[in-house]
């Protein structure tokens, strides 16, 4: 299904790009272009990161 019309992008590219590291909606919106014109899939977006980050396992930060 898409999530972001204006830039054609799926549900499916935005969870492939989580399983790859993204973490954020600014490196989603830099590697996919979704986010970046209207707004309206933020929202989804957003939906989509906390669905697929929550069952992340915390990663340590450097002191």
């Known amino acids: 299904m898409y999530v972001c019309v204006c830039k054609a992008v799926t549900d499916r590219q935005v969870t492939q790009a989580i399983s790859q590291g993204v973490c954020n909606r600014r490196q989603l919106m830099q590697c996919t272009g979704a ?3 209207c707004g309206k899939c ?15 396992p915390m990663q340590a930060h450097a002191a």
């Open 35 to 37: 986010g970046g014109v």
């Open 42 to 56: 933020t929202a989804s977006i957003k939906a989509l990161l906390d669905e697929n980050t929550q069952n992340r």
